[in-house]
């Protein structure tokens, strides 16, 4: 399984956008990079995937560099709803058995 | 609505006293997995099952139980908790094949307290 390295914490001005960076260099040719939240211990919630094109959703887009060792997740205006701890998971691939491994995260503070 | 839901919410148990956690699914997915949340150590998978009838380890399984006989329900049995089970456990499921395992409902959690 991939490692991953995120900021433990980052500050966004509310209607501002919030940037969250994730390291990935060891991800495998076959893995996916998908990003889930979890506001204040509730159930995770997923947020958007990608394999090697930058993608967008109703929620976020992400953005993948050509090499695939890294992404970000970009939540373009950020609203107090979004304070949460992201997770960059790489998962998927040959082998899937559907395990999501969630590191430390990055904790979004939105501010007013 | 579709939602992933867990019975109960909140528990304090002692120590031996069997239980069981309930989780159950309306969306018709047949991958349906467990975690356990506790703190620094982040969300770690307890078992998973791919289909009815078939389930499978995850990461940290000592101690639990799970049966899959019917596809919307997966529930966890604790046969004789013990205080180091005091956590934090959420249900997910997902539709099957290729990355769509990993696109996953998470239930609302279960806070679990063995004394």
């Known amino acids: 399984d991939a490692k991953t390295t995120q900021p433990t914490s980052m500050d966004c001005a509310e209607g501002r956008a919030a940037n969250l960076p994730c390291n990935h260099s060891t991800i495998s040719g076959n893995e996916y990079v998908y990003w889930y939240r979890q506001i204040h211990s509730q159930g995770p919630q997923y947020i958007i995937h990608?394999?090697?094109n930058n993608e967008t959703n109703e929620m976020a887009s992400l953005i993948i560099t050509e090499d695939r060792k890294s992404s970000t997740l970009i939540l373009p205006h950020a609203t107090l709803r979004d304070t949460a701890v992201y997770y960059c998971i790489p998962t998927g691939g040959s082998g899937n058995t559907g395990k999501l491994i969630f590191g430390q995260g990055t904790t979004l503070q939105v501010k007013p | 609505e579709a939602q992933v839901t867990q019975n109960p919410r909140y528990l304090i148990t002692v120590t031996g006293k069997k239980l069981t956690v309930t989780c159950s699914q309306n969306?018709?997915?047949?991958?349906m997995s467990w975690y356990r949340q506790d703190p620094g150590l982040g969300l770690r998978q307890i078992y998973y099952?791919?289909?009815?009838?078939?389930?499978d380890k995850g990461d940290v399984p000592e101690g639990y139980k799970v049966s899959r006989k019917e596809k919307r329900n997966f529930p966890l049995i604790l046969e004789s908790p013990s205080p180091n089970q005091t956590s934090l456990y959420f249900c997910?499921?997902?539709?099957?094949?290729?990355?769509?395992?990993?696109?996953?409902?998470f239930g609302p959690g279960t806070r679990l307290t063995v004394l």
């Open positions: 997910a499921s997902s539709s099957p094949g290729g990355e769509s395992y990993n696109e996953q409902f």
């Open positions: 990608g394999l090697k």
């Open positions: 099952s791919m289909n009815v009838e078939v389930t």
């Open positions: 969306m018709n997915h047949e991958y």
